[in-house]
């Protein structure tokens, strides 16, 4: 495995990745978590998905098999900003705005968002890698604009999974329920640090998933 890292203007320099990362999230969340969300017979794509956006994925033997997108927290395309600022706005009905302590708008935290790892690497030693090769993808190009935070709206599980591969992460703000798969959803937040451990083999890996 290995991890691509890019934004819109680096696209053509990566094949099909970013549309078979589409391909690959509408498998996840629209056909196997049931989310609704918008999407066709092929792909998952959002209002999100614009030039301020990056993307971390992760490749094996030339197939998208994880990844996931990360953007500024002073990001604005259009009428939206990043999901959890226009979720604490009022914009997204389905995640409640008290997931968010406070409105965000620094340079120094970055937002990651449709997190996914595909159930193609069915052992734990692979998942963790795969996480810990898109997580360092989303580090490296956050310490490259100069932030020093993420932040993310996910299952619980996540923070598990991050801390035991050696990420400090934590959740900030109240958890709700997810309405489409029924899983408690919060803010994490953890430093914009490389893993300092060697991956360890995470059960709950194929339980979490990042959302919108």
Avoid at 205 to 212: G, P, T
Wanted: charged share 25%; aromatic share 8%.
């Amino acid at each position: 495995m290995h991890n691509i890292t890019f934004d819109f203007a680096g696209l053509h320099k990566h094949g099909t990745a970013f549309y078979d990362f589409l391909a690959l999230r509408k498998k996840v969340f629209v056909d196997e978590l049931k989310w609704d969300i918008p999407h066709n017979d092929e792909v998952e794509m959002d209002q999100y998905d614009t030039p301020v956006a990056s993307y971390s994925l992760v490749l094996k033997d030339g197939k998208v098999v994880g990844g996931a997108r990360v953007m500024a927290t002073t990001a604005s395309w259009g009428d939206h900003t990043y999901m959890l600022r226009d979720a604490f706005s009022g914009k997204l009905p389905k995640i409640p705005a008290e997931v968010m302590c406070e409105e965000i708008n620094s340079p120094l935290v970055w937002e990651c968002t449709r997190l996914v790892i595909s159930s193609e690497l069915r052992t734990q030693k692979e998942r963790t890698e795969c996480l810990r090769q898109i997580v360092d993808g989303l580090v490296e190009m956050a310490q490259r604009a100069g932030a020093s935070q993420l932040i993310c709206l996910s299952s619980l599980a996540l923070m598990r999974a991050l801390r035991q591969i050696g990420y400090d992460a934590t959740s900030i703000g109240k958890s709700y329920k997810n309405a489409d798969d029924g899983r408690r959803y919060a803010v994490l937040s953890m430093p914009a640090l490389y893993s300092y451990q060697k991956p360890q083999p995470v059960s709950e890996l194929i339980e979490y998933r990042m959302s919108a």
